[in-house]
């Protein structure tokens, strides 16, 4: 019954993420005492299929910008696990990107964690830059610190182990239950995953393969379901979105995760008990359902058109077979 429940404190809410429309790991994680937004970026991949984003898209992306604006100005810790333009905000942001110039002057007094500048890529190097002179905020170095309920880990590969170049942090916040936070890992790298069992997480949310690519080997592909396979047997909640839902092949390799693990494997859109929007993998069939005038996007980027004509009875055409 509710008495031998434990009290959780923790409050868990993925912002953004591809099943929720958008590329992104975001997560705003509230505890007792503190306030912590993890990767506050968000993009859209700029051309697929020799397609830029349909504007369903675009109103999916506006929706969770000023969700990540709202929190930002409440946070009391903001982790940047890495600084790829989907998980960042960016001086030189495109349309659908988080713009610095939206935070200026928020949260003044906010820590800032990152990797150790010493990880850093050149990219990131400029990136980190131009965030603490925009926003004239001092970023600490979190590898391998504790500090109150957070525990960060030191750099692991942005997938595969090789991959010294691409590094990202993970986070885990304890508080009566124990979440972990495991961007970019694409479940590529054995050790980064044990990494994470080691930690004995109730919940974690961590970013899985990139089916949609076909430079992902067989191999990989393998190695990504087995290391998924042993994530699910060993933690009871797992949520596995960002890279791997920009296919529907990536929701039924959840659900096969599922019915061979018992456990039930979810995306973001799941575990936030809303709608599953693949909306980059249905970029076509949005623009066959609701052809985009020429001109459109520009016209956008200059405000002269928004998305609202596209959102009137949208829901009737994408879910309409």
Request: charged residues 25%.
């Amino acid at each position: 019954g509710l008495g031998s429940q434990r009290v959780l404190f923790m409050h868990i809410e993925i912002i953004g993420a591809e099943s929720l429309g958008v590329r992104g790991l975001c997560c705003f994680v509230t505890t007792r005492d503190r306030t912590i937004l993890i990767d506050p970026g968000i993009a859209l991949g700029y051309v697929r299929h020799k397609l830029l984003p349909h504007p369903v898209q675009i109103a999916a992306d506006e929706k969770v910008k000023k969700r990540i604006i709202d929190v930002w100005s409440k946070s009391t810790d903001i982790v940047l696990s890495h600084f790829h333009g989907d998980h960042v905000p960016l001086e030189d942001a495109n349309p659908y990107q988080l713009n610095m110039s939206s935070l200026i002057g928020l949260n003044p007094c906010v820590r800032i964690w990152t990797k150790d500048p010493s990880h850093f890529s050149l990219t990131e190097k400029n990136r980190a830059t131009s965030l603490t002179a925009n926003l004239h905020a001092g970023l600490i170095s979190a590898e391998g610190k504790k500090d109150g309920p957070i525990t960060f880990s030191g750099p692991v590969p942005h997938g595969e182990a090789h991959d010294t170049l691409e590094t990202v942090i993970m986070t885990k916040i304890e508080e009566n239950e124990i979440f972990v936070h495991a961007p970019d890992i694409q479940l590529l790298d054995d050790d980064t995953v044990s990494k994470i069992i080691r930690w004995n997480p109730d919940i974690v949310i961590a970013g899985g393969p990139p089916l949609y690519l076909s430079r992902l080997s067989e191999d990989q592909t393998r190695r990504a379901w087995q290391n998924a396979k042993r994530l699910c047997r060993a933690i009871d909640q797992v949520v596995l979105d960002h890279h791997l839902m920009r296919s529907h092949e990536g929701l039924k390799w959840v659900e096969r995760l599922s019915s061979k693990t018992g456990k039930s494997v979810m995306c973001a859109a799941d575990f936030m008990h809303k709608p599953r929007l693949l909306l980059e993998a249905d970029r076509e069939r949005l623009y066959k359902r609701m052809p985009v005038p020429d001109g459109w996007h520009d016209d956008y980027a200059m405000g002269k058109v928004t998305t609202d004509d596209f959102l009137k009875g949208v829901w009737k055409k994408y879910d309409g077979k």
